[in-house]
């Protein structure tokens, strides 16, 4: 893509040093035409982007940090806000280093290539301009550093999701370890199969179809639809918590002793936090402050209060009680089912997509949790791997035209939707388990040789007596709370 765009630049200019020595009117012409050519950023656009990686920031900091802090015992508390804040910042600066470029620039369907190392090729100084990345319009762009910025959150939250499934027991230099390994060959990967494409522009005739969609990641080959991150971020870091439960171990105590959360209040600030700043990452994915990004916004609207509804009544049909827990737990079930199908159905899918997220979640957490027998300290499986999938197969369902869904676009080079007629339902699931298939795949044999390299070199838990006195004090030799 970038040999095609300076070949473009280079016969831009030669046509126009031939045009000034012809007739300054002929100049003036190919340069309007030139600079017609080169789409400029949306200030609009730009703007939304930068709020939305805000927003996402908001999320992971201080929202997760929140949500899971006051899930675990008292004596756990800045462990986990640690490990949350300090993942996220690891990550940042490694996605800065090596991680946009690998996931974001041409390479094979698998990884992309080293053209952005340290972001290189961002500023032109020759030129004094920034480079520009696509959007999913042709003739859109915005900025690429705001895209690298905001695509930097989505990997940096995903890490720090993983963390709640083997919180109160892992050693905080193991959990660093484990995420940089598995972000370079688990999160990067299945970032580039599923999102990385050369952008509308590049299908500029039928005959470079072929070629274009051949240098985009697999899953995107496959046409897998994930608007904001179901099998890349949910599904992904779910199964890396799974593996991570059954492979530290449980807790010392688990099942014997209470391991109650210590503040549910703080469970449910982070929880609000994570709702506020979901709109950024779900409507944010549109890219541009579009149709598609205000579609993504009432759905992450709708599909989340719904979630709530059917937790609380499941809850309340099982226990004869509905808990601020539960009510807690259904809005982070609604986000995470609604995330890869955000902007990908229509409101009345989305409220379908939240009710079954809801009641999904409460399974996952409760009947597939026995079923695992893993300790899964903060249902990161139950929650983010049960409604991720749920997610991502019903996206393929809704996604329907004749389901109130918008379809997708059939062919890039008119940008022209599928058509009710020719949308199948059974083959856009089929093609939606496969993505999830192969996430699942993916992350649970990184994970498996990420966890055992780190157990071999440094340890992955701590000792039974620095967990029961708890990791506060023996890791970080701080108390939350005093008195």
């Not at 709640?164 to 990067?188: D, N």
């Amino acid at each position: 893509m970038k040999s095609w765009a300076v070949g473009l630049g280079l016969l831009g200019t030669a046509a126009l040093a031939l045009a000034q020595t012809a007739a300054p009117e002929a100049a003036a012409t190919v340069a309007e035409a030139a600079a017609a050519a080169a789409p400029v950023p949306n200030k609009g656009d730009t703007g939304w982007m930068m709020v939305s990686t805000l927003l996402v920031l908001m999320m992971a900091v201080p929202g997760l940090a929140l949500f899971y802090g006051g899930l675990v015992r008292s004596k756990n508390m800045l462990s986990v806000l640690m490990q949350v804040m300090v993942t996220f910042s690891l990550i940042l600066v490694l996605w800065f280093v090596y991680g946009y470029s690998l996931a974001f620039t041409e390479g094979n369907a698998f990884i992309g290539g080293f053209d952005r190392l340290f972001m290189k090729g961002i500023w032109d100084n020759v030129a004094g301009t920034f480079a520009n990345a696509a959007t999913f319009s042709k003739g859109v762009v915005i900025p690429e550093i705001v895209f690298s910025a905001f695509q930097a959150t989505f990997a940096g939250i995903t890490c720090a999701l993983i963390v709640g499934a083997f919180a109160e027991r892992a050693r905080f230099s193991a959990v660093l370890l484990f995420m940089v390994l598995w972000f370079t060959f688990s999160y990067i990967p299945v970032a580039h199969m599923v999102w990385f494409w050369m952008g509308p522009d590049a299908y500029a005739s039928k005959e470079v179809v072929d070629e274009m969609t051949s240098k985009a990641g697999l899953i995107w080959q496959w046409g897998a639809l994930d608007f904001a991150g179901g099998t890349v971020v949910h599904i992904n870091a779910a199964v890396a918590g799974l593996v991570g439960a059954f492979m530290i171990g449980k807790r010392v105590g688990y099942g014997r002793e209470s391991m109650a959360p210590h503040s549910l209040t703080l469970t449910m600030v982070g929880a609000a936090l994570l709702w506020v700043g979901w709109f950024g990452f779900n409507a944010g994915s549109a890219l541009e402050a579009n149709g598609f990004a205000a579609l993504a916004f009432i759905n992450t609207m709708v599909a989340t209060a719904a979630a709530v509804l059917a937790w609380c009544v499941g809850e309340a049909l099982m226990r004869g009680k509905a808990s601020m827990l539960g009510a807690a737990s259904g809005a982070v079930a609604g986000l995470v089912a609604i995330t890869p199908a955000a902007g990908n159905v229509g409101i009345g899918g989305a409220l379908v997509i939240g009710l079954i997220g809801g009641f999904g979640g409460l399974w996952g957490v409760n009947g597939l949790k026995k079923l695992l027998g893993a300790d899964d300290s903060l249902d990161v499986f139950g929650v983010h791997g049960v409604c991720g999938i749920l997610g991502a197969l019903l996206t393929g369902v809704f996604n329907s035209p004749s389901l109130g869904g918008p379809g997708f676009v059939a062919d890039w080079v008119t940008a022209t939707m599928v058509t009710p007629a020719d949308y199948s339902i059974a083959a856009q699931v089929w093609t939606q388990a496969k993505a999830v298939g192969l996430t699942v795949v993916w992350s649970a044999v990184v994970s498996v040789i990420a966890y055992k390299v780190v157990d071999l070199t440094i340890g992955l838990r701590v000792s039974e007596e620095e967990e029961r006195e708890g990791l506060d004090i023996t890791t970080h030799g701080e108390s939350a709370y005093h008195g």
